[in-house]
């Protein structure tokens, strides 16, 4: 990531895009982001991690449109050791 380069970053703390779509973190750009937020939704609808994925991409959109330069990504803890997770993610 270049620098001067605005990072969105969606935190999955407790690993449901791992636990409940079987993908691996972190995930990184647009594409792969929309692609992990509609495997989450089709592996749960009613996970509040969709619509975190959602914004992130949302707000990359918005910040992209206005000319700047934007990455983003997802990361991931642990779902079944939180601190664990928490460690991952730091």
């Known amino acids: 990531m270049a620098e001067g380069t605005t990072l969105i970053l969606c935190i999955d703390r407790d690993d449901d895009l791992g636990y409940k779509a079987g993908l691996a973190s972190p995930v990184v750009g647009r594409e792969a982001c929309l692609n992990a937020a509609s495997a989450l939704a089709l592996a749960d609808p009613e996970d509040s991690d969709v619509n975190a994925i959602f914004?992130?991409?949302?707000?990359?959109?918005?910040l992209k449109e206005r000319g700047e330069e934007v990455e983003v990504a997802i990361l991931t803890g642990n779902h079944m050791h939180m601190l664990e997770g928490d460690r991952k993610i730091g």
């Not at 914004?55 to 918005?62: C, I």
């Open 55 to 62: 914004q992130a991409v949302k707000t990359y959109d918005e």
